[in-house]
């Protein structure tokens, strides 16, 4: 599901939408998304390597950082959640580092989850946002990560109902 054409201002919106159905409840998907250790079993764009390092548990302001390689190029992402609200809504801004040094950066991952069936289920609502990135047009858009990451977005919804199917049975 794609967001608005534009923002309002007549410029293109900088922004990619997907939801899902994860059949249960908004706490558990929470948890899941704010334990830092699993996010390798999340992701669906193939780019993290390994486990993330961070807090056992995210919150407000917490700093955690990933391993990632794309086209065969590494470096460390960085990111500090920005939005947090339990059991509903989880959001870091995301920067990259290679030797310590930022050279791109900005986007925004978020989560919302709304429950459905008497709670007994949740609407996952994940959205990339590059509105703050640096270079937007540059760093994000003419290589093509919007679709990329629209795709990554199906495939992590997928993940992330897998592993709360699991998570729920053991």
Do not use: K
């Amino acid at each position: 599901m794609h967001a608005a054409l534009t923002d309002g201002r007549d410029r293109p919106a900088r922004r990619r939408t997907r939801q899902r159905v994860v059949h249960a409840p908004p706490g558990a998907v929470f948890s899941l998304l704010t334990d830092v250790g699993r996010h390798d079993e999340l992701d669906g764009s193939g780019m993290l390597q390994g486990r993330p390092h961070g807090p056992e548990r995210l919150v407000l302001g917490s700093r955690f950082t990933m391993a990632m390689c794309q086209r065969g190029v590494s470096y460390r992402s960085v990111n500090r959640v920005v939005e947090y609200r339990p059991d509903r809504l989880i959001a870091w801004e995301t920067t990259g580092e290679v030797a310590g040094v930022r050279v791109v950066g900005g986007q925004r991952w978020r989560f919302e989850l709304e429950p459905t069936e008497g709670g007994r289920s949740t609407l996952v609502t994940q959205t990339y946002d590059w509105s703050r990135a640096l270079l937007p047009r540059l760093t994000v858009e003419l290589p093509g990560y919007p679709d990329r990451m629209e795709r990554a977005m199906a495939a992590t919804l997928e993940r992330l109902a897998a592993a709360v199917s699991r998570s729920e049975v053991g």
